[in-house]
């Protein structure tokens, strides 16, 4: 094998121009991942030790519809308090077909099956569509080490256009998923911007301004299809490095093969008067592993959100381990501000909090200068920050 890739740039060419991905180079039957994919030793992921403190604080997941009904607010609170702490939950009950999301893992299966010609015909460089892309690592012209992961990302903006340029085999799931995770996606934030304007459920002055802004902060929505095929050395290699999304919320569908890790925020002197007990005097930076609950979904919270809150809500810090033993699917639904919106603290917030921790930007900016640099955890967030006079 190591002979197909003795030239410069061969392997670079094979795996990401010519769309192979990482399943093109499993299928050359490796047992051993190539140089390119293996991580400095401090971003490695350990294999999991049985933490089962940390995990089965987190191992429930959140009933959705109780956000419906008289305990609206003991399921709002606990919202908030994830939120504040790790910006990471566990949903059921939220309303989507569970069917639905079995049909997307499948398909997602079925897509990345596929032979390399099939998909390639998404690549960036040739997709007939401005909201289709099939790619592989995350951005490989800026990283060091690739990432082992192939994925396809479904831009939404009309049904019309879902249904005409999306990939035909998932297309009518992908845009179904799109709809149907909609209302939940609301109902969160409204609750989470209710809370940092100190507001109730039941104030309708406010009720339509909260509307209104939750509408601009998800008016952007994508689907993307995640494939981690089995790796030959799953303690050298990542598959998603560490990062924050940049957007709103995310809700991620995933199977039931694990490897999905949320960092546990380490103690920083502006923070403490956020903390709840599940990270409260944590001095080194510790991963906890989502549990798959079969049903549920993964909502974690973008950094648009952590600048929105002035960092009381903090966007989760997350990164997913490889495993040897059979390939991982999964799916996020991203949600974003609108490009055009300009975001910024609460004014609400700055006034509270004595200053402003974060600037204000226009979206766009902060969306294309995340999409130029390769994954390093929350530095995302230091295109915003402010950073106090020494
Ligand atoms: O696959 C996962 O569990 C997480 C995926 C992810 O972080 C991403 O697509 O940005």
């Given amino acids: 094998m190591a002979s197909c890739f003795e ?5 670079f ?3 990401v121009r010519e769309g192979n991905g990482v399943k093109g180079l499993l299928d050359l039957g490796i047992s051993k991942v190539p140089d390119q994919y293996i991580q400095p030793p401090n971003e490695r992921i350990p294999e999991p030790s049985i933490d089962s403190q940390q995990s089965l604080q987190h191992a429930f997941a959140i009933d959705l519809s109780l956000l419906d009904g008289p305990s609206h607010d003991q399921a709002a609170e606990a919202i908030v308090k994830a939120v504040e702490s790790v910006g990471f939950f566990q949903v059921v009950n939220h309303g989507v077909p569970i069917q639905l999301l079995e049909s997307l893992k499948d398909l997602a299966h079925r897509f990345f099956g596929q032979p390399a010609e099939k998909k390639a015909v998404y690549l960036k460089a040739v997709s007939p569509s401005p909201l289709v892309k099939y790619a592989t690592s995350f951005e490989p012209d800026y990283e060091k080490s690739l990432e082992w992961r192939d994925y396809l990302s479904m831009a939404y903006t009309t049904d019309e256009d879902a249904l005409k340029q999306w990939p035909n085999h998932c297309k009518e799931a992908a845009l179904e998923y799109v709809k149907t995770t909609r209302r939940m996606v609301e109902k969160i934030m409204e609750v989470l911007i209710r809370h940092l304007l100190g507001v109730t459920a039941d104030d309708e002055e406010y009720q339509s301004r909260v509307v209104e802004l939750v509408g601009a902060l998800t008016g952007t929505r994508a689907v993307n299809m ?3 095929p089995r790796c030959p050395n799953p303690d050298l290699t990542v598959g998603v490095g560490r990062h ?3 957007g709103t919320l995310t809700v991620l569908l995933q199977d039931g093969i694990g490897g999905l890790y949320v960092k546990l925020e380490e103690e920083d002197e502006q ?3 956020h903390k709840d007990e599940a990270t409260a005097g944590i001095k080194q930076p510790q ?3 989502v549990p798959p609950i079969p049903g549920a979904l993964v909502v974690n919270v973008g950094d648009s959100v952590q600048i929105l809150s002035n960092g009381r809500y903090k966007s989760a810090e997350h990164r997913v381990r490889t495993t040897s033993i059979q390939s991982r699917v999964s799916i996020p639904l991203f949600t974003a501000p609108l490009r055009t919106l300009k975001i910024g603290p609460l004014p609400q917030l700055v006034d509270r909090d004595g200053k402003a921790r974060y600037r204000d930007l226009v979206f766009q900016d902060y969306f294309n200068n995340y999409f130029t640099n390769a994954h390093e955890g929350k530095k995302s967030l230091d295109y915003a920050k ?5």
């Fill in 7 to 11: 030239q410069e740039g061969s392997l």
């Fill in 13 to 15: 060419n094979f795996v």
């Fill in 226 to 228: 995640n494939f981690y």
């Fill in 244 to 246: 924050s999304d940049p």
């Fill in 271 to 273: 923070d403490h008067q």
């Fill in 287 to 289: 991963w906890m592993e």
């Fill in 386 to 390: 402010i950073t106090p006079l020494q």
